[in-house]
């Protein structure tokens, strides 16, 4: 298995540490399921520091990524007719 080493900045760091405990997942585990997305032939997401985050491209990350895989096993627990109309 193959290893890579990345040298990043202490507020990059910081940053992604922070974001990592926000989702309750260990650093590693974002950066491969990123990597896992990109060698999927997802697009690389870019965002300047002024710009806002589509949650459409983190859906689709997390998506090709395996994020949702665990609900194909959960049961149907809700049906359209549930629940009051919005």
């Known amino acids: ?15 992604l540490h922070r974001y990592a405990e926000g989702r309750r997942t260990p650093i590693a585990w974002l950066i491969k399921d990123y990597v896992d997305y990109l060698v999927g032939g997802g697009q690389p997401i870019r965002v300047a520091a002024e710009e806002e985050v589509d949650g459409r491209q983190i859906g689709r990350l997390a998506e090709a990524a395996g994020a949702f895989d665990w609900l194909r096993d959960e049961p149907e627990l809700y049906a359209a007719s549930d629940g009051e109309p919005v």
Do not use: G, I, S, T
């Open 1 to 15: 298995m193959a290893q890579l080493n990345v040298r990043l900045r202490d507020d990059q760091y910081e940053a």
